[in-house]
C-alpha cells in the first residue's frame, strides 16, 4: 500500500543566495531517496513536491528549512 511521507532538510541562506539553489534542493532530494531506499527498504519511491518553511524566509534566519513529499511502498 502506497503512503505519502516528509523529510526535511536544511540549507545555508549563505550558500543558496550564492546562486546554487537548485542544484543543492535536486542533490539533497537525491539523496534522501537514496537514504529512504537503503535504510527504510522502501521498494517503490516517488518524489512528488518539496516546500520552503515560511519561518526561514525570515531575513533573521541562518538557513532555509524544506520540507520534501515522497510517496513510498
Given amino acids: ?3 505519502t ?4 532538510f536544511r540549507l545555508s541562506k549563505e550558500l543558496m543566495d550564492k546562486g546554487q539553489n537548485s542544484g543543492c534542493i535536486r542533490r539533497m ?6 537514504e529512504l531506499r537503503e535504510q527504510q ?3 517503490y519511491i516517488e518524489y512528488h513536491d518539496h516546500r520552503i518553511d515560511e519561518n526561514s524566509t ?16
Fill in 1 to 3: 500500500m502506497r503512503q
Fill in 5 to 8: 511521507i516528509t523529510a526535511s
Fill in 29 to 34: 532530494i537525491r539523496n534522501i531517496h537514496e
Fill in 41 to 43: 527498504g522502501y521498494i
Fill in 58 to 73: 525570515h531575513p533573521d534566519a541562518e538557513h532555509y528549512e524544506y520540507t520534501i513529499y515522497f510517496q513510498v511502498e
